[in-house]
């Protein structure tokens, strides 16, 4: 599904370049639930964004699929968001005053849905990521921040994506809900074939994934199976 081959990237200020990526190469195949992992600085979110098609490799092929998204145009990347690609971050990124459906209903808007197929659509796709369906008139911001990230999961479902980044998405989140978190993300995984790559920084937060890429300094220094897994995957759902 995802092949990468000596991706680098250079961010210029100033007209100094830094090189965040120095060569990055790895294969990953369509229901992997993979972890990448590695510490601060070490380039994760800038290899996520290349991996969702947010920014393009200053050098190196991206084949999503099949096709090089590396060379393409913004317009294309785009469109291979909108098709095949779900995002979960860190801080949630709702909507504040807006009612949870209408939080994940919006990325439809933008793909041309009728609006009584959103609302259908927004319904499965909460229940999915395990929100009780009480909540879904509730305002993004009368929520916890566990149910806040399970909006930001159904938002990054609801256009149906083969794919799912999620950086650091426990990262605001106590221990105990950031486990039902990431056992969504197993069952997403599991049940419903979806491929997940999970950013983070923290060894145990990457155990929950079947496989380990560790980056340093821009670069793979391990890509391993997970050999602790740790399993929660009923998340009372
Ligand atoms: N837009 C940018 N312009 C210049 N340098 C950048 C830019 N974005 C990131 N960098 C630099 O590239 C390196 C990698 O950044 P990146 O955000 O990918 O790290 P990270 O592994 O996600 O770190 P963290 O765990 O803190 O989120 C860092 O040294 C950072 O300062
Ligand atoms: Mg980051």
Known sequence: MIEISNVTKTYYGDGVGFQALRGVTFT???????????????????????????????????????????????????????????????????????????????????????????????????????????????????????QMQRVAIARALVNDPKLILADEPTGNLDSKTGAVVLATFQRLNKEHGRTIILITHEQDVAEHAERIIYLKDGLVVDDAKSHKRRIIYHDHH
Not at 94 to 106: A, K
């Open 28 to 146: 990953i195949h369509e229901g992997e639930f993979i972890a990448i992992m590695g510490p601060s600085g070490c380039g994760k979110s800038t290899l996520m964004h290349i991996l969702g098609c947010l920014d393009t490799p200053t050098n190196g092929a991206y084949f999503l699929d099949g096709k090089d998204v590396s060379i393409m145009s913004d317009d294309e990347l785009a469109d291979i968001r909108k098709d095949k690609i779900g995002f979960v971050f860190q801080a949630f990124n709702l909507l504040r005053r807006t009612t949870v459906l209408r939080n994940v209903m919006l990325p439809l808007v933008y793909a041309n849905v009728g609006r009584k197929e959103r609302q259908a659509r927004a319904e499965k796709a909460l229940h999915a990521a395990g929100l009780e369906t009480q909540h879904f008139l509730h305002l993004s911001n009368q929520l916890s921040g566990g």
